[in-house]
């Protein structure tokens, strides 16, 4: 079981960089896959990142490759989010989520997840 609280949020003009981070509580934090999802107005949540339990396999949006970086620092219980090269279309809640699940299929979708943070704004300037 895992408790997460995102933060890092903020206002940024584009081309810009964030860093986002999502603190854990508990002891197996290492057995869980962690995924950052993010949701705009009127919009459905939508899949970012995931980061697998075992730190081997990665997976990216289309629409943030190559400017999106998740890693994950075991010993702090923390998962984060560099955000690099904004983008206004950018702007939304992002959330964090951990999943218990070892297969990278089920990282994609917020049904994947058993535990989801508070989330935190991000808002990018044209």
């Known amino acids: 079981q895992v408790q997460l609280v995102e933060s890092g949020g903020g206002l940024v003009q584009a081309g810009g960089s964030l860093r986002l981070s999502c603190a854990a509580s508990?002891?197996?934090?290492?057995?869980?896959?962690m995924g950052w999802f993010r949701q705009a107005p009127g919009k459905e949540r939508e899949f970012v990142a995931a980061f697998s339990w075992s730190g081997t396999v990665t997976r990216y949006a289309d629409s943030v490759k190559g400017r999106f970086t998740i890693s994950r620092d075991n010993a702090k219980n923390t998962v984060y989010l560099q955000m690099n090269s904004l983008k206004p279309e950018d702007t939304a809640v992002y959330y964090c989520a951990a999943t218990t699940s070892r297969n990278s299929n089920n990282y994609y979708y917020t049904a994947g997840y058993d535990y989801w943070g508070q989330g935190t704004q991000v808002t990018v300037s044209s």
């Open positions: 508990g002891r197996t934090f290492s057995t869980y896959a």
